[in-house]
């Protein structure tokens, strides 16, 4: 029974990765960037769930770009605390719930 309830988990997870990365590119081809945004930081935050932290920072890392081109919101800002957290190997508060 709990291998079964592990599959459906791994195949859940999978899933959603997926579903990230279709959103994330869908997001860029219309250069939506919040939108591209949202879609990185669900995927980061699923690899930080699965202890995949490094997949996690090199997804994100491109984002930091965005900012020195004037895109400021509270989402971008999210995601340099959660790349500052992922660099010093801190546990990650932003991606908690």
């Known amino acids: 029974?709990?291998?079964?309830?592990e599959l459906g988990s791994a195949i859940s997870a999978l899933i959603?990765?997926?579903?990230?990365?279709?959103a994330a590119k869908i997001a860029q081809q219309?250069?939506?960037?919040l939108c591209e945004l949202?879609?990185?930081?669900?995927?980061?935050c699923l690899l930080v769930k699965q202890g995949k932290r490094e997949r996690a920072r090199d997804l994100l890392a491109p984002l930091r770009a965005w900012s020195s081109e004037g895109l400021e919101t509270?989402?971008?800002?999210d995601a340099e605390a959660l790349l500052e957290?992922?660099?010093?190997?801190a546990p990650v508060?932003?991606?908690?719930g």
């Open 30 to 33: 219309q250069r939506a960037k």
């Open 93 to 96: 508060g932003i991606c908690a």
């Open 16 to 22: 959603a990765e997926i579903a990230f990365k279709k």
């Open 85 to 89: 957290e992922l660099a010093k190997r």
């Open 74 to 77: 509270r989402q971008l800002n």
């Open 38 to 44: 949202r879609a990185r930081m669900s995927h980061a």
């Open 1 to 5: 029974m709990r291998a079964g309830l």
